[in-house]
């Protein structure tokens, strides 16, 4: 069986590189110079950000069972970093939209650094401390950055298409190479130099002070809203009112929390799905095969954003069932496949089935990535951009918290059935969002805030 895995890594690597030496001029967008520095300074520093990132997640797990806690004590440990996310995470938002994306993601690098340092220490509220701040740092690396591209590409002048590339290739290269890198990175580190667990998230903290660094030299600040006027409880009362007055944020925010939290489900039911008698797994290589299934769909992604037709909100119906349909694979296949009774050996025949049918859903993670980008990046407000990103966070972090404290009381079928049908949900809603799109714009957020701005002379007078 250990010749299925090359095979799967083999094709999908073999699809990646046809995919983007066969692209033509209809693929790619024909942009400036200057955008390109722009583009380029601004992958670098994203590519930094996710290899510190990377680096952490599969040595977390591993690092608290060599400090001796059991799978309980774990368990609250991960999910004081999902609720420190849900906590703080707006609060920080807010705080980028008035004091400046820029400082934002410097406060990133220096809590995640400060993360990576808790982890020499073995004692578990030193732990816990580590688990807030990467909760805190985890909501700026999906918030702060993103906004301060939007708006820098904005102030810029540069056209609205070419943000798509930048979303796409910043996919590609932080999700999809810079992960299997750091995976490869990570396991010398460990097990080929052997300096133990706590070494990657040495060399994170290392990657991170040099982003740091190139972000102080050479990013510029923006802000949402600098006003001096608004304190943070009325930057979240007009993030609320933006949502609640334009169905199309509203539904984006629930697109992204159902699609995100099946994601992380995901997460932490791959490894006993493909292994329910304790097979043995390459999980290294297996990881390294997801992410190279999410840069193939990171690779189609910038194929479909490059041309008019067909529209991210159309082409992501689609995607949603193809994601439904694959994580519903491994209840099928304990429907229609005789389990296997062998303990330990190799991965089964329902178990290789499954792992083409994950392929296949991170896959669609890849095109995902961009694709939702795009859309936050047309739908929600400059003003208030990462307090809105933020607010969509807190559902998803609800929902993996309340997966990980009940992770042992369903059945693994049963937790895949779930994520499937929130996945179809999520499609169903897009295709709200895609006729929304589609209409001419009326009553939404912006149409609002021009009519208020008018509205404020006679009010005065």
Known sequence: MEVFYYLVFGGLGAVVAALELSKNTKDRINTSQTFSSFKNNYLIVYSLMMAGDWLQGPYVYYLYMTYGYSKGEIGQLFIAGFG???????????LADKQGRKRACVTYCITYILSCMTKH???????MLGRVLGGIATS???????????????????EQQWLSLTFSKAIFLGNGLVAIVSGLFGNLLVDTVGLGPVAPFDAAACFLAI????ILSSWTENYGDPSEN?????????????????EKIALLGAIQSLFEGSMYTFVFLWTPALSPNEEELPHGFIFA????ASMLGSSFASRLMARSSPKVESYMQIVFVVSAASLLLPVVTNFLVAPSRVKGGSISLAGC???LGFCIFEACVGIFWPSIMKMR????PEEARSTIMNFFRIPLNIFVCVVLYNVNAFPITVMFGMCSIFLFVASILQRRLLVLADKPKAGDWTSLKERDAEAEPLNDA
């Open 121 to 127: 220490s073995p004692q578990y509220k030193v732990l």
């Open 84 to 94: 420190s996310s849900m906590l703080f995470g707006t609060v920080v938002g807010s």
């Open 211 to 214: 982003g740091m660094a190139i």
């Open 140 to 158: 700026l690396l999906f918030s702060a950055f993103e906004s301060w591209l939007v708006a820098e590409h904005n102030k810029r002048g540069f």
């Open 353 to 355: 089935i499954q792992l």
């Open 289 to 292: 095969t997801f992410m190279l």
């Open 377 to 380: 990046s047309q739908y929600i």
């Open 230 to 246: 608004k304190d943070l409880l009325t930057q979240f009362k007009g993030a609320a009112v933006a949502i609640a007055s334009d």
